[in-house]
């Protein structure tokens, strides 16, 4: 299954905002600060409570594959990109290839 150019445009848009927000400063403290106090209460849960170390296993798990969207988002904004730029170059004429080349080095 092939992505059209809109399909494209809006993963390229997604990934850019992704990217952002993994660079921001405040994303960065709030993942931190929450697998931090996820660490904490995991330390301080006593040995018998099971369901507590059980719960707090699954929240550092979600923090883990919240983060990992934004990755994968991406990420696949790259492939998409990536994609583009080989059929663009694959598309090109020969003449403009060899103008290109000498050009841009």
Avoid: Y
């Amino acid at each position: 299954m092939t992505m059209n150019n809109i399909e494209q445009r809006n993963a390229i848009v997604r990934a850019q905002e992704a990217e952002r927000i993994l660079e921001s400063e405040v994303f960065k403290l709030a993942i931190q600060t929450l697998r931090t106090s996820v660490m904490e209460q995991w330390k301080n849960c006593p040995i018998r409570d099971k369901e507590g170390q059980l719960l707090l296993l699954q929240l550092a798990k979600v923090t883990d594959k919240f983060e990992g969207i934004f990755v994968g988002l991406v990420e696949q904004g790259k492939m998409v990109q990536h994609k583009i730029d080989l059929d663009d170059a694959r598309n090109e004429t020969q003449p403009r290839r060899f103008m290109r080349k000498v050009f841009n080095g």
